[in-house]
C-alpha cells in the first residue's frame, strides 16, 4: 500500500485525485486531506478515503470541521502550521493542489520528508523554483508535474537527452475571451471571466487563462521544471485544446502530446509513474476532431505574456512578486473593484516599484522571503486601487 497525502483535496485538482484514488482503495492509504472553507465536502473525503487527519486552512473552519468528523477517529486540525505538520507526515506520494502561493510550504515540507511531490501547484516553482528544486535534490525527494503541458512535455521527453531539446511550445486555449473584440475586454465581466472553452477548472484559474496570466505563469513553471532557456519556450494558441505540448529537438523532429482535456490523465502519470496504467479518460477519435488550429498569440490581447518574460529575465524574487501581485490583482477583480484590464496594469505597477525599491527583488531566495515579498507584493496592490479609486 502506497501512502499517499492530498493538498487542496476539495479543489478541482483534488477531487479529480480522489476519483483516481478511490477506483483502488486497496492501493492507498491515504495519510492527510486538506482543504478551505468547504468543510463539509473535506469531512465526506476524510471519511471515504479513511484518512488519518483533515486540515482545513482556516481556523475559523476547525469546530465544523470537528463536528463534521466526530466518532470516526479521524484527526481535525486548522491552520497553515496544521497544513505544514500535516505535509510532514510520512508520505510516499503528495498530491500539491492547494490554490496560490499558500501551496508553497506544505509542498516545501513534504520534499523535506523525501515524497514524490506531484506538483499541480505551479505557484511553488513560479515563486521559489531554484528553493523548491534544491529542497528536493538535498532530501532525495522526486518532484512531478501535474499541469497538463508540463506533463506533456515531461512524457515526450521520456528517453530524451535535454541537450538534444531545441525548444518546448506549450499550447492555450486561449481563454473565454480568445475571439472577443480587444476593445471589449476592459469591460468584461467576472461571469464572463469564469467559463473555460474546454477545461473544467477552478475559478482563479479559469479567469487566469481568459487573461492568460495562467500561461504566464506556465512558461516560468517550464523554465524552472526543465531548466530551460526562456527564449527557447514557446507559446501557441490552440484553441481545441488537444495538443498539451510539443518539444522540438536539434533534428527538427517534433513530438507531441495530444489527449482530450481531463486532468486525471496528468493526474494518473503522476500516480503510476514511471508506469502508465489504465486510466478513466475520454479516448480522442481524430477523425471525428477533423481539424487541430494553431496560431500567435496576440500581444495586445495578452500583456500577462510580455510580463512573464520581463519577470524571467529579471530573476531573484520577482517570480514571488509576481504570482503574488497577480493573485491580489485577481481577488480586486473577483470583488469587482477593479477591471479585467487593471490586473495586468495593477502587476506591472507592482513589479515596477520593486525594481525602483532596489534591493529586495535580490535577496537571497528563502521560503522567509519569499512570503515577506509576497505580502508586501500584495500590500502595493491594494495601495494602487485603493489609490485609484480615491
Ligand atoms: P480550486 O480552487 O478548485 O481548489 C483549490 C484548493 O485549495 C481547495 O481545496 C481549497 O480549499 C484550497 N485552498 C484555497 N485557498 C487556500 C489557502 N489559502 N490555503 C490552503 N488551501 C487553500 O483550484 P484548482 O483549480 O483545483 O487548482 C489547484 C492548483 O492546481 C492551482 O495551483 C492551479 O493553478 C493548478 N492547476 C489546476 C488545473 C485544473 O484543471 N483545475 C490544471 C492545472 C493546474
Ligand atoms: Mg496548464
Redesign the pocket.
Known amino acids: 500500500m502506497r501512502k499517499v497525502s492530498i493538498?487542496?483535496?476539495?479543489?478541482?485538482?483534488?477531487q479529480?485525485t480522489i476519483d483516481l484514488i478511490a477506483r483502488a482503495p486497496e492501493d492507498y492509504k491515504v495519510v492527510a486531506v486538506?482543504?478551505?472553507?468547504?468543510v463539509r465536502q473535506l469531512a465526506q473525503d476524510a471519511r471515504r478515503l479513511g484518512a488519518e487527519v483533515a486540515v482545513t486552512?482556516?481556523d475559523q473552519h476547525l469546530d465544523d470541521l470537528r463536528d463534521a468528523l466526530s466518532g470516526t477517529g479521524i484527526e481535525a486540525a486548522a491552520g497553515?502550521t496544521a497544513?505544514i505538520e500535516a505535509a510532514a507526515r510520512p508520505a510516499d506520494w503528495v498530491m500539491s493542489?492547494?490554490?496560490?502561493s499558500?501551496?508553497l510550504a506544505p509542498g516545501l515540507e513534504a520534499l523535506k520528508q523525501g515524497a514524490t511531490l506531484a506538483l499541480?501547484?505551479?505557484?511553488t516553482l513560479v515563486c521559489a523554483g531554484p528553493l523548491v528544486l534544491e529542497t528536493a535534490e538535498r532530501h532525495g525527494a522526486r518532484l512531478l508535474p501535474?499541469?497538463?503541458e508540463h506533463s506533456a512535455v515531461f512524457q515526450a521527453l521520456v528517453g530524451e537527452d535535454m541537450d538534444a531539446v531545441e525548444r518546448i511550445i506549450i499550447t492555450a486555449s486561449g481563454g473565454a475571451f480568445r475571439d472577443w473584440p480587444v476593445e471589449k475586454l476592459a469591460g468584461a465581466t467576472v461571469e464572463q471571466a469564469s467559463s473555460h472553452p474546454n477545461?473544467?477548472?477552478?475559478?482563479?484559474?479559469t479567469i487566469?487563462s481568459a487573461s492568460m496570466f495562467?500561461k504566464a505563469?506556465e512558461v516560468i513553471e517550464t523554465k524552472e521544471f526543465f531548466g530551460i532557456n526562456p527564449d527557447r519556450i514557446e507559446v501557441v494558441v490552440h484553441p481545441e485544446s488537444i495538443v498539451h505540448a510539443l518539444v522540438g529537438f536539434r533534428d527538427g523532429a517534433m513530438m507531441a502530446h495530444l489527449g482530450a482535456p481531463d486532468?486525471r490523465h496528468?493526474i494518473g502519470y503522476a500516480l503510476h509513474w514511471p508506469e502508465r496504467r489504465d486510466l478513466p479518460v475520454p479516448r480522442l477519435d481524430l477523425a471525428k476532431l477533423g481539424q487541430l488550429r494553431f496560431r500567435d498569440p496576440d500581444p495586445a490581447r495578452y500583456p500577462a505574456l510580455r510580463l512573464a518574460r520581463e519577470v524571467m529575465q529579471r530573476g531573484g524574487l520577482s517570480g514571488a512578486i509576481f504570482n503574488a501581485a497577480k493573485e491580489r490583482a485577481l481577488d480586486h477583480f473577483i470583488g469587482q473593484r477593479i477591471g479585467f484590464l487593471d490586473m495586468t496594469d495593477a502587476v506591472a505597477a507592482v513589479l515596477d516599484r520593486f525594481d525602483d525599491a532596489g534591493g529586495l527583488i535580490d535577496a537571497p531566495l528563502t521560503l522567509d522571503n519569499v512570503l515577506k515579498t509576497d505580502h508586501l507584493a500584495r500590500q502595493w496592490v491594494d495601495d494602487a486601487v485603493l489609490r485609484r479609486a480615491g
Open positions: 493538498f487542496g483535496a476539495t479543489g478541482s485538482i483534488g479529480n486538506t482543504g478551505g472553507a468547504n486552512a482556516f497553515s497544513l493542489a492547494i490554490v496560490g499558500a501551496g499541480a501547484n505551479k505557484e501535474v499541469d497538463s477545461w473544467n477548472m477552478g475559478q482563479r484559474i487566469d495562467n505563469l486532468m496528468a
